[in-house]
């Protein structure tokens, strides 16, 4: 089943940080011919007091330079989000912008998605400062924990081109669960929109043992079971690939061992032009890692735009 994405929201801040995930969401906008959505969250100071607004004996002057620091905070923020979204006009993408006003930026992006009916959610990996002083930062992760549709974390030194650049390659992890298999129809989807490859990958960790012998080396036996995950790994793959490759997509294979974020990031990093599409909150699998601690790491350190499941979505 094939997943569509007919709109994308972007949250911006007015920071370089944040404009840097404007690439990516220009992309993915292009590939699905969807609507992409600029939004800045104002906080609510901005907003006038229920005690001004109800005229609780306050002055005219505090009135009127409440209301005129509201006015300006909007028309900053509508005046650099309709300058951009007509840069993006430009270059083929159906942008429109919105302002909102909440004190938890975090919560307000995830309700706007809501209220607007998005898709996903495409935000920078770090904010610093910008119109609205640093929107983003800790808020991609809450919005990443919290939200019910797909995030699409950018990393903030992305460089690519709004007008020109479009992922190559997908990568799309998985642990052997079920959960961790909900990623692949919105890899499937991305993989047909682009006509890229995808790039299935296993990590079997290395067993370890604690309080043996130092000087005894390993039992035989830790190796021998290393070799059958490996091959166990291999075998799951390969039914995956076997089962996308005859809806007609184009597929590789890598196993390794080692941990799944080290090894998830390399791939990664050696991949150019990739993205990596994954779950959160992965319970158990084959090798029994947790998708939500590695999908954290993976957005962290991989360089590159992850694509981030939650378990619940239904798009």
Known sequence: MDTQYRRILLPLDGSGVAKSAVATAAAMSRMFNSELLLVTVLHESVKLPRSVAAGSGSSDSEVEGVAGSEQSARSTAASYLEQLAKDLRETGVHASCATVVNTDPASEIVLTARDRGAQMIVMASRGRSGLVRG???SVTDRVIHSSPIPVMVVPADGGHNADGWTPQSIIAPLDGSELAETALPHVESISRAANIPITLVRAVPFPTTYGGDPYGGLPAGLFESAAEDEKEAKRYLSTIATRLRARGRIIETHVSNGHPRS?????AQDTSDSIVVMTTRGVSGLTRWVVGSIADSVVRS??????????TTGI
């Open 302 to 311: 991989s360089g590159v735009p992850v694509l981030v499941i939650p378990p």
């Open 263 to 267: 090894e998830i990031t390399q791939i």
């Open 135 to 137: 929107l983003l930062g």
